[in-house]
């Protein structure tokens, strides 16, 4: 079996970035309805890389995905959204963005959909932390498939011992 790898010289390497991950997410939301599941389940989880990709386009404003960059850049650079002292009254306390997540960590959270969530900077949190539990999930899962016999990824599971999934 051969197997290629190609690359592609990017010009934006954030924007560039972001449009291959929304290119993913659609990927997995189609290949999602190929599964072996009930209609309604392959519907449901098609529909959460559908609200995930039309998250980090802010709703099609950005339609190259990199919406969470932007903000990012304007909050960095333009000190824009009032999250710098002195807070301004629409920035989300502290408390409000970790109570979304305070269960995370053992698993038992439910993100809502981030098209859903009103402040622009509740709705970057909610939805990088989907992105960055989407990832650690993935993760998971390929730790506990590691632990079955014949199983030939030391170095991968090495690193996932190593991370924050662990």
Not at 140 to 147: G, N, P, S
């Amino acid at each position: 079996m051969t197997q290629n790898l190609t690359f592609e010289k990017c010009s934006e390497s954030h924007k560039d970035l972001w449009k291959c991950y929304q290119a993913l997410m659609r990927d997995i939301s189609s290949e999602v309805l190929k599964a072996r599941a009930s209609e309604q389940r392959r519907q449901e989880v098609a529909q959460i890389f559908s609200e995930l990709t039309e998250a980090i386009t802010a709703r099609g404003r950005h339609p190259a995905g990199n919406w969470l960059s932007i903000v990012r850049n304007e909050v960095n650079y333009k000190s824009l959204h009032g999250v710098w002292f002195p807070f301004s009254k629409s920035v989300p306390s502290f408390g409000t963005l970790i109570g979304k997540v305070k269960d995370w960590r053992n698993c038992s959270i439910n993100l809502e959909n981030p098209n859903t969530v009103k402040g622009e900077i509740e709705r970057f949190f909610v939805t990088s932390f989907s992105i960055i539990d989407f990832g650690l999930s993935i993760a998971l899962d390929y730790k506990d498939l590691l632990k079955k016999e014949g199983r030939r990824s030391a170095d991968f599971s090495r690193l996932i011992k190593l991370s924050a999934a662990a």
